[in-house]
């Protein structure tokens, strides 16, 4: 069975870097394209950032420039580097494949960015 895990969001003030963390197992997960997910309260969840098997990368226009996704084939673990953070980037975060998500989605992390 697919298990996605999620970690390292936190509470981090304006301007500042937080790196998330989601381990998979139970999938081939080399062979996907994978992304990284948000949901802010009242909000339909939305992709933020998606990678493909070789490496590429593209980015929703509210975080280019200041979110850096990457992959560790090797540990099954997708990274989520977001540097500058804004108050509007307060969500919980989740990562899935791009196409076909997994029904079952880990339980994400909670990032809220708030002086």
């Known amino acids: 069975q697919v298990q996605l895990v999620e970690s390292g969001g936190d509470l981090v003030q304006p301007g500042g870097s937080l790196r998330l963390s989601c381990a998979a197992s139970g999938t081939a997960f080399s062979i996907y394209r994978m992304g990284w997910y948000r949901q802010a309260p009242g909000k339909q969840r939305e992709l933020v950032a998606g990678i493909t098997t070789s490496g590429t990368t593209n980015y929703a226009d509210s975080v280019k420039g200041r979110f850096t996704i990457s992959r560790d084939n090797a540990k099954k673990t997708l990274y989520l580097q977001m540097n500058s953070l804004k108050p509007e980037d307060t969500a919980v975060y989740y990562c899935?494949?791009?196409?076909?998500?997994?029904?079952?989605w880990g339980q994400g992390t909670q990032v809220t960015v708030s002086s």
């Open positions: 899935n494949r791009v196409i076909d998500p997994y029904d079952n």
